[in-house]
C-alpha cells in the first residue's frame, strides 16, 4: 500500500501520529501523481494546511501550472487568507486557458469584499473569452441578485435556460429566475417560472416564493391554496401564517384571516408583526377588547413598536381614553423616539382634557411633518380658532383650500377668518 493510501487510512482509523509519518514520506517521495490526489483527499477530509503545503511543493516543481495557481488562491479564500490567493490568481498568465477560471475566482474574491463593479468587471472579461460559458452567466446573474440588479440578473438566467442548461450546481435555474421577476416587479410573469420549477421538483421555499409571488400579483385565491399546501407540507414554517392571513382579508374572509394568524401566533408568539395584524383583524369584526389585547401585547414584545402604538393610540381615541394615549405617548418620550403622529395624538388629548398650552406645543411639534395631511390641519385650525388665533388659523385653512380647491367648507371659512381680520 502507497504512502498515500495510507495516511488516508490511518485518518480514517483517527491514528492522526501514524497519518503524520505517511504525509512525511510522501512530500519525500518523487510521485507527483500521488502528492496530487492526497491533497484533494485532505481537502475532502478538512486537512487544509496539509494541502496547502502538497500544492505548494508541486507548484515549485511545476511553477507554470495555472491548476495548481487556481486551487491554491481556491484554497487560501477557505483559510481566509484572501491576500495570498489574490498574489496566486494573479501569477496565472493571460494566455493560459485557464485564466478564465482565475478571473472567475478572483470575481468571488472581489464580490466577498464588497467590490461589485470589480467583480464584475472581471466576469464580463472571462465572459468576453468564453462567451458561451454557462458559468460566466450563472456568475453575473447571482452577482446581479445580490445588488438588486434583477432585470440584469433575469437576462444572464435566461441566456441560461435558452442553451438549455435547467439547473446549475443543484440550483434549479427556472426558480430562480422566478425569483429575480418576482424581486424586480414582474409578479404575474414569473408566476409560470414558478409553476415549472415546482413542477420539476417541489422544493419549499420555492413554494412559498410562488405563494407570496401570487399574493403580490393580487391573486389571492391562488396564493392561498399555495400557502395551506405549504402548510401541509411544513405546519412550522412561521413565514407563511402573515401572508396567508392577509390573503384571506383581501377576499374578506375574516375569521379565515384570524384562524390563520391565531395558528402563526401560536409557532410564533414571540413575532409582533402577527400580533400587530390580528389587532387589525379582531377591530375588523368589532372587537375591541380583543383588538387592544393584541396591540398590547406587540408592544409587550417591542415597547419601540411605533405601528402597533400609533395603531393602539387610535382605538383609545376612538374610545376618548385620553389619558391612557397619554400614558402611551409618555413611553416612547423617554425614549427619544417620538413619531410626528404622537404629537399630533397627544396634541388631541391635551385639548380633550383643557390642557391647551400644552396642546398647542404639541401641534407646533406636529406641525412640520404633518402639514400636507388633510385631518391634521382640519384639527389644529379649528383648535386656533378655538383660541383665537384667527391669523394663525387663517394661514391653515389657505393651506386646506390648495389641497381641496373644491372644497366650499375652506373658502367660506377663509372669507370669515379674512373679514374677522378687516
Not at 12 to 37: H, R, S, Y
Not at 182 to 190: D, H, T
Not at 253 to 262: M, R, T, V
Request: charge should be negative.
Amino acid at each position: 500500500m502507497r504512502s498515500a493510501e495510507l495516511m488516508i487510512k490511518y485518518i480514517e482509523e483517527q491514528n492522526l501520529g501514524k497519518a503524520t509519518l505517511q504525509f512525511e514520506k510522501v512530500k519525500k517521495e518523487n510521485n507527483d501523481d500521488e502528492k496530487f490526489m492526497l491533497a484533494q483527499q485532505l481537502f475532502d477530509y478538512g486537512f487544509l494546511d496539509e494541502t496547502k503545503e502538497l500544492y505548494e511543493i508541486l507548484l515549485r516543481t511545476h511553477p507554470d501550472e495555472a491548476e495548481l495557481k487556481i486551487l491554491l488562491a481556491e484554497l487560501l479564500i477557505e483559510m481566509n487568507n484572501e491576500d495570498e490567493a489574490f498574489q496566486y490568481l494573479e501569477m496565472v498568465d493571460r494566455n493560459n486557458p485557464l485564466f478564465p477560471q482565475a478571473l472567475l475566482v478572483q470575481a468571488d474574491l472581489y464580490q466577498m469584499q464588497g467590490m461589485y463593479e470589480v467583480s464584475e468587471q472581471k466576469l464580463l472579461q472571462a465572459k468576453n473569452l468564453l462567451d458561451k460559458e454557462p458559468v460566466i452567466d450563472y456568475a453575473l446573474a447571482e452577482l446581479y441578485m445580490s445588488q438588486g440588479r434583477f432585470l440584469e440578473a433575469t437576462r444572464n438566467f435566461k441566456s441560461l435556460l435558452e442553451t438549455g442548461h435547467t439547473e446549475f450546481m443543484n440550483i434549479d435555474i427556472h426558480g430562480r429566475m422566478a425569483e429575480a421577476l418576482s424581486a424586480g416587479g414582474a409578479f404575474e410573469q414569473s408566476l409560470s417560472y414558478y409553476e415549472t420549477s415546482l413542477n420539476n421538483h417541489l422544493e419549499i421555499n420555492v413554494l412559498f416564493g410562488y405563494a407570496l409571488t401570487s399574493y403580490q400579483a393580487g391573486l389571492y385565491d391562488k396564493a392561498i391554496k399555495a400557502f395551506k399546501q405549504l402548510k401541509e407540507m411544513d405546519h412550522e414554517y412561521h413565514s407563511l401564517y402573515l401572508y396567508l392571513a392577509k390573503s384571506y382579508e383581501h377576499l374578506e374572509k375574516i375569521q379565515e384571516a384570524l384562524d390563520a394568524i391565531d395558528a402563526g401566533i401560536a409557532l410564533d408568539e414571540f413575532n409582533k408583526e402577527l400580533h400587530l395584524f390580528a389587532a387589525n383583524l379582531a377591530l375588523k369584526q368589532g372587537e375591541e377588547v380583543k383588538a387592544e389585547k393584541y396591540f398590547r401585547d406587540a408592544l409587550a414584545l417591542d415597547p419601540e413598536f411605533t405601528a402597533a402604538a400609533i395603531d393602539l393610540n387610535k382605538l383609545l381615541l376612538h374610545q376618548e381614553r385620553y389619558e391612557d394615549v397619554l400614558e402611551i405617548i409618555s413611553m416612547f418620550e423617554l425614549d427619544g423616539s417620538m413619531d410626528p403622529q404622537f404629537h399630533w395624538d397627544a396634541a388631541i388629548c391635551l385639548q380633550q382634557t383643557e390642557q391647551y398650552n400644552m396642546a398647542l406645543k404639541q401641534y407646533e411639534l406636529a406641525y412640520n411633518e404633518c402639514k400636507h395631511n388633510r385631518d391634521f390641519l382640519v384639527d389644529y385650525g379649528y383648535f386656533l380658532i378655538e383660541e383665537g388665533k384667527r391669523a394663525e388659523a387663517l394661514k391653515l385653512f389657505k393651506q386646506l383650500y390648495k389641497l381641496e380647491p373644491a372644497n366650499d367648507e375652506w373658502n367660506e371659512m377663509i372669507e370669515n377668518l379674512q373679514e374677522n381680520e378687516n
